[in-house]
């Protein structure tokens, strides 16, 4: 019988969270990556004595693969006015053949995503190719100083995206949701904003009948939502997320388009069209 070829697209490369089963696997990288610099440094560089497990657990740490190989890493955290690019590692064999491009990117694509107008990065002062490295894709060198006991070198690359001041309260408002922090989540609603159920069914009317809706909900133990896809046209963001929460009938998920509109700095309004909740459903792993 003669057989059927296919095309393997298995091997495409994708960027996912890191869990905790990916943790040797992180750590292998990140020294296979790094060691080559402790003859020139005089010792192991900072990226080879952080706590991968407590960056898995905080949720900044993604890892690339291909089929169902990691080949990389890169370590995002989340800071006021950047997102700092902590650590970036390729497997030492897959260097040089794009992967650590696309870690890049994805920083990139990530801090416009959370509303962000620029990323930020530092490196040893004594890994000079990773300095023309990051020059070449547009970063710049703002100053040098010692951080962790290493001399480094810190650099910036400002980000041509969404502006920051309409899309900053609601990628905060949304942290602060799946902190289950219902003080950080107020405070980027206005005093006097609206809360419907899309397109024109008031749910709640000012900042207090808001709180009292959420108050509740953060106590459940699973809650959290997941952004799928945003876009932003003048004041307007518009988020589609699938959440994770404990209904009345029992855990489960629910995709939900949430439209606001941001005034000064606060969300003004809000709509938000819920689809049928899926009862049992793990939520889906974020790439």
Not at 43 to 64: C, Q
Not at 174 to 191: G, K, P, R, S
């Amino acid at each position: 019988m003669p057989t059927m070829e296919t095309t393997d697209t298995t091997n495409e490369p994708r960027i996912r969270l890191a869990t905790t089963a990916d943790v040797p696997v992180v750590a292998q990288i990140v020294d296979d990556a790094y060691r080559h610099y402790i003859p020139r440094i005089g010792r192991p560089p900072a990226p080879m004595l952080d706590d991968h497990a407590a960056r898995v657990a905080d949720a900044v740490l993604w890892v690339i693969e291909e089929g169902d190989a990691i080949g990389g890493v890169v370590v995002l955290l989340p800071e006021p006015d950047h997102l700092l690019l902590d650590n970036i590692a390729v497997v030492p064999a897959r260097q040089g053949t794009g992967l650590g491009r696309r870690l890049l990117a994805f920083a990139e694509a990530e801090a416009e995503r959370r509303g962000y107008s620029e990323i930020r990065l530092y490196t040893n002062a004594l890994m000079t190719e990773n300095q023309c490295l990051y020059a070449a894709i547009g970063y710049e060198e703002t100053g040098r100083g010692a951080g962790a006991g290493f001399e480094r070198v810190f650099m910036r690359k400002r980000l041509s995206g969404i502006p920051t001041s309409v899309v900053l309260p609601v990628q905060r408002q949304l942290e602060a949701y799946n902190a289950c922090d219902i003080d950080a989540f107020m405070q980027w609603w206005a005093d006097d904003c609206q809360y419907y159920e899309f397109p024109s069914r008031l749910l709640a009317n000012g900042a207090a009948e808001i709180r009292e809706r959420h108050v509740v909900r953060v106590r459940e133990p699973n809650l959290s939502g997941r952004l799928i896809h945003r876009l932003s046209v003048a004041n307007l963001v518009i988020d589609q997320e699938t959440v994770t929460r404990t209904f009345s009938e029992g855990p489960g998920e629910v995709d939900v388009i949430a439209v606001y509109e941001v005034e000064n700095g606060k969300i003004a309004k809000a709509w938000f069209k819920l689809g049928t909740p899926r009862l049992g459903v793990n939520p889906p792993i974020a790439e």
